[in-house]
C-alpha cells in the first residue's frame, strides 16, 4: 500500500499543476474589512464565534464535527458555528449568503466547479499575511497544489484533497445476477453492450447506472473532452463544442434510458440532490454509479457485505483523448467579510495541517496537498483510498490537462441541465433541445 501511495505521490505533483484556481467568499454579519477579532465576531459568554460551512453528508458531518469539537476542546475560548449542507442545496445557500455579504468565515468551494464564480467577486481573503505571521504554515505543501490556490499572485484557497470522477461498482450485486464485473475501461459501445445484458438480469425496479445527464454536467464535460474540446473556450466567451457532439451524447444516453439500463426520467429528477445514503446505488438499486473516486469508502461502508471496486469511465477509442476527467480539488477559504479572521486562520491552519486533525479526516476528499500529512496517513490509508490513488495512477496518464471553468460556468450548465431534463421527460426531441441549448447559451455568454 506504502509504494502505490508514493508512486502516486509522484504522478500528483507532476499532474496538478494543470489545475488553476479561484476560490472565495463573503462572510459573516457585515461588510467590514478589518482584520483580528472584535467584538461583533463574540457571543455573549465572551468566545469567539467562528462560522464554518461545508457540503457532505451524515458520515463526513461526523468527521467534521469530531474535528471542531477538538479544536473547541483545545481552544476554550472559541465557539464553531456549523453550517452542513447537503451537495444541492449549499451552493444555492451559499450564493445568497455571498451575495449579501452574510457568508461564513470559513467555507468549502469546489475549485473546478464554483472557483471563478466567486474569485472574480472580491469576495475571498488573501491568505498570504497568514503565512507570513506563522498563523498558517505551509511546510511541506506541493508547490503545484499552493498554486492551484492562488490566483493573481495571491494565495486564496487550500486544499483538502485531490480526486477524480469514475463509476463505482458493486461487484456483489454482478455475482448475484451471474455476471462479472467490466474491465478497469471499457469503451461506451462495449459499456451499452454490457449494460443490454445486464439489464434482462436485474428485477424490476432496478438499473445498471445513473442518469448522467440529469445528476451533474461531468458526463457531457467528459465527453467533449475526449473529443478534443471543452465545455466552455478558456475565455468562456463560447461553447468548446459542437451540436453534433452535443447531440451524439443525448442520444446515447436515450438509447440507455430506452432500454432500461438507467432510470426513467422521474426517477432520476426525484434522485436530484438526496443525501448519499438515499441514492440509488445506496439503496442497493443501482449497479454503476458516477462519482469522484474518494467516495468509494463511502458508499463501501453504506452498502456492508456487499465488494465496492472502481471502475474508469467509459472511454472513446476514437476520440483525441482515451478519457476527459478533470481532477478536482476541494478546498477552504476565508471570507474578506470576517470579523474574526484571525482566529479563522488559526481554524483553517488546523484543518489542513494538524496531523490528528487530518487523521480524523483521513483523505475524506482526495488525497492531501502536505507531505507531512500524506506521511501520517500512509499506515492507516483506508483500502478503498488505496484503490483510489490506483485508479487515479493508471487514468492521469491519457486525459487533457484540467482546466477551471470560466466565469458564466454556472449558468450555462443550468442550461444544460433544464434541456437535458426536458429530452429525459420527451418534452423535447434531442434535435429541438440541442438548437434550444446552444440559442440559450449563446445569450448568456454574450452578457
Not at 482526495?366 to 483500502?383: A, F, K, M
Request: with cysteine; net charge negative; proline share 4%.
Amino acid at each position: 500500500m506504502q509504494k502505490n501511495t508514493r508512486n502516486f505521490y509522484l504522478l500528483f505533483s507532476v499532474f496538478c499543476f494543470a489545475l488553476f484556481l479561484a476560490a472565495c467568499s463573503g462572510d459573516q454579519e457585515s461588510a467590514n474589512g478589518e482584520e483580528g477579532t472584535d467584538n461583533d465576531g463574540e457571543a455573549s459568554d465572551g468566545k469567539v464565534e467562528i462560522r464554518f460551512a461545508w457540503w457532505g453528508n451524515t458520515e463526513r458531518d461526523k468527521k467534521y464535527n469530531e474535528i471542531l469539537d477538538l479544536y473547541e476542546e483545545q481552544n476554550p475560548n472559541v465557539s464553531i458555528i456549523r453550517e452542513p449542507s447537503t451537495w444541492n442545496d449549499y451552493w444555492t445557500k451559499l450564493s445568497t449568503q455571498a451575495a449579501g455579504g452574510n457568508a461564513p468565515d470559513l467555507f468549502g468551494l469546489h475549485l473546478l466547479l464554483y472557483g471563478n464564480e466567486y474569485f472574480t467577486k472580491d469576495t475571498i481573503e488573501p491568505l498570504d499575511s497568514y503565512v507570513d505571521s506563522g498563523i498558517i504554515s505551509l511546510e511541506g505543501w506541493d508547490q503545484s497544489v499552493l498554486e492551484a490556490g492562488t490566483y493573481n499572485d495571491q494565495l486564496l484557497a487550500l486544499a483538502k484533497g485531490v480526486t477524480i470522477q469514475a463509476m463505482l461498482t458493486n461487484v456483489t450485486k454482478l455475482e448475484e445476477v451471474g455476471m462479472e464485473p467490466p474491465p478497469f475501461e471499457i469503451s461506451y459501445q462495449d459499456f451499452k453492450d454490457y449494460a443490454g445484458q445486464l439489464v434482462e438480469k436485474l428485477p424490476e425496479g432496478e438499473y445498471v447506472t445513473t442518469d448522467p445527464t440529469m445528476i451533474g454536467e461531468h458526463g457531457i464535460e467528459m465527453w467533449v473532452r475526449q473529443k478534443g474540446g471543452a465545455f466552455l473556450s478558456e475565455d468562456g466567451s463560447e461553447l468548446g463544442f459542437s451540436k453534433e457532439d452535443l447531440k451524439s451524447y443525448w442520444e446515447y444516453w436515450n438509447e440507455m434510458r430506452d432500454m432500461g439500463a438507467i432510470p426513467p426520467a422521474k426517477v432520476s429528477a426525484e434522485q436530484a440532490g438526496v443525501p448519499e445514503e438515499s441514492t440509488l446505488f445506496a439503496q442497493g438499486k443501482s449497479v454503476f454509479m458516477d462519482r469522484p473516486t474518494n467516495q468509494t469508502k463511502l458508499f463501501d461502508g453504506l452498502l456492508q457485505g456487499d465488494e465496492i471496486k472502481i471502475t474508469r469511465y467509459p472511454i472513446m477509442e476514437d476520440g483525441e483523448f482515451k478519457g476527459g476527467e478533470q481532477l478536482q480539488v476541494p478546498a477552504i477559504v476565508m471570507s474578506k467579510n470576517s470579523k474574526v479572521k484571525d482566529e479563522a486562520a488559526k481554524l483553517l491552519n488546523f484543518f489542513v495541517n494538524d496531523l490528528e486533525a487530518t487523521e480524523i479526516y483521513s483523505a475524506e476528499n482526495g488525497i492531501p496537498g502536505t507531505q507531512p500529512v500524506r506521511d501520517n496517513l500512509q499506515s492507516s490509508l483506508h483500502e478503498k483510498d488505496v484503490l483510489a490513488v490506483e485508479h487515479m495512477e493508471k487514468v492521469v496518464e491519457d486525459i487533457p490537462p484540467t482546466t477551471i471553468r470560466p466565469e458564466g460556468a454556472v449558468q450555462v450548465f443550468t442550461a444544460y441541465s433544464r434541456n437535458a431534463e426536458a429530452v429525459a421527460f420527451g418534452q423535447l426531441t434531442v434535435d429541438e433541445a440541442v438548437d434550444a441549448f446552444f440559442k440559450e447559451a449563446e445569450q448568456i455568454l454574450a452578457q
